[in-house]
């Protein structure tokens, strides 16, 4: 049974709590059907997802939300590496007693959702990945971080009060250590052994993603393509948030 878009917002600002290993994690989830798990890009939390998961789930989805180890009200280590962030989703997952889930990451948490793929592909059902990181191109991690400088300039003034507080919380060593830990990481490599199927999407401004990387990843994933946007930059999910669901929902309704 489908949910209304209403009930989905009603359901989606309920917190939950679970007890993975020595953390009690929140996440939010709304809606009946197959199940989308939102992975938060780095520094963020299961609130950015505000304009995503409502409309996903009223689409017939049951989307779900946590908050990673260290970030939103979640507490964690300093900083976890991609593989070890990857074991923490799926450790969550099974506390809830959640299969087979379609993933859905942005920027830095794509290379965990890939990881994911890769390391149990049994339980992930398609990827959609967001504005990935993960480039190997050189000096990978300096043309990350002039982009994320140059950012700002093309995001909707609205992005900046919803990113604000949980980079607070977060802290800035503990962004500083994950985004170090994740520049380590052989995302195409890992990408190349994920068997689901896969959309990779990138806003029409992002000055952090190179589009010829976006390309190539979406080539290693079975049936995968590169969707571009005509709005949005690198936080697409938020300001193209109509245009991103669409892309979702209609990828996921032909694969699912």
């Known amino acids: 049974m489908t949910v209304s878009a209403g009930e989905a917002a009603v359901a989606w600002s309920h917190e939950h709590r679970v007890r993975v290993g020595p953390y009690d994690v929140r996440w939010r989830e709304a809606g009946e ?3 989308i798990v939102l992975v938060h890009g780095l520094g963020l939390s299961a609130d950015f997802w505000w304009r995503n998961g409502p409309p996903l789930a009223a689409a017939g989805f049951r989307v779900l939300a ?16 991609v593989p070890e962030q990857a074991r923490w989703v799926v450790d969550w997952a099974d506390a809830l007693g959640l299969g087979p889930a379609a993933y859905v990451g ?7 959702a890939l990881q994911v793929a890769a390391d149990h592909p ?11 990181t993960g480039d190997p191109a050189p000096m990978r ?11 700002p300039v093309f995001e909707p003034a609205g992005l900046m009060p919803a990113v604000g507080e949980p980079y607070v919380r977060a802290g800035f060593g503990r962004w500083l250590r994950t985004w170090l830990a994740a520049g380590w990481h052989d995302t195409m490599e890992v990408a190349r052994k994920a068997t689901a199927p896969g959309i990779v999407i990138l806003g029409h401004r ?19 393509r590169c969707v571009v946007l005509d709005h949005g930059a690198h936080a697409v999910v938020f300001d193209a948030a109509d245009e991103f669901n669409a ?6 309704r032909e694969v699912l």
């Open 141 to 151: 991690l300096l043309r990350q971080a002039l982009g994320f400088v140059a950012d």
């Open 66 to 81: 946590p908050d990673l180890p260290g970030f939103g009200k979640t507490d964690g280590p300093e900083h976890l590496p």
């Open 122 to 132: 049994e339980r992930v059902t398609a990827l959609v990945l967001a504005a990935p």
């Open 247 to 252: 892309a979702v929902i209609e990828f996921l």
């Open 206 to 224: 992002d000055p952090v993603v190179r589009r010829g990387f976006a390309q190539s990843l979406a080539a290693c994933l079975p049936g995968g």
């Open 33 to 35: 059907g197959p199940a």
């Open 106 to 112: 942005h920027s830095v948490s794509c290379q965990t």
